[in-house]
C-alpha cells in the first residue's frame, strides 16, 4: 500500500502535540495527526488540572485557544505560599512583582477540548482518529509510519508527543533515563469553607509535598506527592476522613473541605532523555522529558517546546529539509537550558527536603526566610518561573 505523504505527521493528541498543530496553523506544511482518541470533558470538574504561566498563556492566545475557553472555569492566581518543614514561609505576589497574575489554574480538558476543536477547523491538517502506531521506519527522504488498521502514512518530519511511556521514542530506541522518586502524586478536587482568594500555598511536610490550588468558584485542586504507603493509605480513606486529613495538613487555613472528585494517583519519576531530535524525528512534550510536579511546570515545558518547534519549522525555507537533524538539533539547544534547569531544580529541592541529616532542617527553612526577607530576588526568582523576561 502506498503511503499517504504529509510535511510533518504528529504523533499524540494530548496538550503539546495539539498545540504545535496549532502552533503550525498559518505554516505553508502539510500536517497529519495520529491519535486513538478525542479528549472528553468529564461531568462536573475535571481531576486533572494545570497551572499554566503568562508566557504560556500568551503562546495559547496566539494559537487562537485561550480566547475560547470558557473563562468561569479558568482560576487566577494571585499570590503563591510556599511553607517549609519547621516555620519558614516564602511569599510570592503578583501585585509585588508588577505583574497582573502569576499564573492561571486550568482543567486538562478545558485545554484539551478547545485545542482539538481548533483542529479540527484547519484546512491543511488530517485528523487521523481513532487511529494507533503499529510500526515505523526511518528512511533517507521520509518517516513512514504504519497503524494499526494497515494504513500507511509518511513524512518528512515526524513529531513524537505521545507521552512519558512514548511508542515513537521506544520505536526509534532513544534512550530515556528514569529515576523513580518511590512516591506518587494524589489528585482531588474539593469544595472550600474559606475563600481561596486565589492563592496557590504549598507545603514541604515530612510525608511529601502537598499543593493547594486555587479553581474556580470556591474550590481548590490538591497535588500531594507523597510516599507510596502514604499514598495508598489516603486513596483508601473514606471521604469524610481524607478531606479532614487534607484540612488538617494544611493547618485548616480554608477551614473544612468537601469532595467534589474522588481521589486518583500515579507514579512520579524523573526521566531525562539526552537526544530529542533525530533524523526526521523530534519529541515534544512528556516524551521529551519528566519533572517531579512539586514546580506545577510540566505542561508550561510542554507549550514552550511546541512553541519553540513550530518557530524553527516556520523559519525554515521551503526549499530546506524540515527532517534533517543539524536543522533539528536547532530546536534541540532552545530547549536544553530550560529543560535542564527545571528538573534539576525540582530534583535537588525534593532531595533537600527529603532527607533529613543533621542540621539540614533548619538550615534549609533558614534558606527560605532569608529569600522572603529579599525582595528584589524573589521577584527575578518570580518573573524568571513565569517567563515574563
Known sequence: MQA?????????????????????????????LVEQRPPLAPPGWDVRVYAV?????????AIGAWQHMAAERIAPIHAMQVFGDAGAQLDFSAYQ??????????????????????VKRQGQLTLLCPAAPRALEIGPAAAVLTLADGRAVSARLLVGADGRDSWVRDALGLPAINTPYGEMGLVAN???????????????????VLAWLPMAGNRISIVWSTPDENARTLLAM????????????????????????????FPLRLMQVPRVVAHRLALIGDAAHGIHPLSGHGINLGYQDARALAGVLAATPDWQDIGNERLLARYQRQRREETLLMQATTHALHKLFRHDLPGLRPLRNLGMNLTNALPVLKNLLVRYAIGAF
Open 4 to 32: 499517504t505523504e504529509f510535511d510533518v505527521l504528529i504523533v499524540g493528541g494530548g496538550l503539546a502535540g495539539l498545540s504545535l498543530a496549532c502552533a503550525l496553523r498559518d505554516a505553508r506544511l502539510r500536517i497529519a
Open 53 to 61: 504561566s503568562p508566557a504560556n498563556a500568551a503562546f495559547l492566545q
Open 97 to 118: 512583582a508588577g505583574l497582573p497574575e502569576l499564573g492561571w489554574i486550568l482543567e486538562s480538558s478545558l485545554m484539551a477540548c478547545e485545542l482539538w476543536e481548533n
Open 190 to 208: 474539593l469544595e472550600c469553607e474559606r475563600p481561596h482568594r486565589g492563592i496557590a500555598r504549598q507545603w514541604f511536610r515530612d510525608d511529601g
Open 238 to 265: 473514606p471521604s469524610e476522613e481524607f478531606c479532614v486529613r487534607v484540612a488538617a495538613a494544611g493547618n485548616c487555613q480554608l477551614g473544612s473541605f468537601r469532595l467534589l472528585t474522588p481521589a486518583a494517583a
